[in-house]
């Protein structure tokens, strides 16, 4: 009896060796049954944001950037964006994060300065830093006062010189006294407004 049970276990062990083995002369084992949405990138795309951030680059990309209620800030949530919202979504007023998500070369630190212009006329500005990261996520909390298009371009300081990286687009719808439509009724010859 305890040799039989030897013996299943040694066939179990065989099995997982076997199994292993030949999952391992696939070219990408962890890849097998896996189903994403998103292509797998490219072996040269890889090879070059892995050039980029090894290379002698020091300018950091802005590789993503979303508007959202609150930032997670414990587990797999820590340092994400929770509850995402659309950049035509906001209302005049409204207080969200600019979740972003930056590529920074090895090595580096960069100071960025962001700029909040509506209708051509910067409404505030401000500063941050970022570092060596393949992924260095920050945020902004934002309250646009002012109903339409805004843009918040982001400028990388070098040398004394700025360069634009990147520009985001929102539009802030105007706030419609707190979701109540309003209705104007004429008495005699007074026009009142009924909420």
Known sequence: MLINKLSKLTLACLGVVFFSASAMSEPYPELIGFTTSEPVPSQKSINHVVSYYYGTQDTPILADYKLCREIGSIGNDRNQCIDELSPDSLVEGQSAYLWMNYLVPKGTESELLMHYNHMGITRDTSN???????????????KLSRSGSWELPIYFEHAGQYTELDRIMLNVKEKNLAGLSVATEVAGSENKLSY
């Open 128 to 142: 941050f830093k970022v570092s060596g990261s393949i992924r260095f996520r920050t945020w902004k909390k934002i």
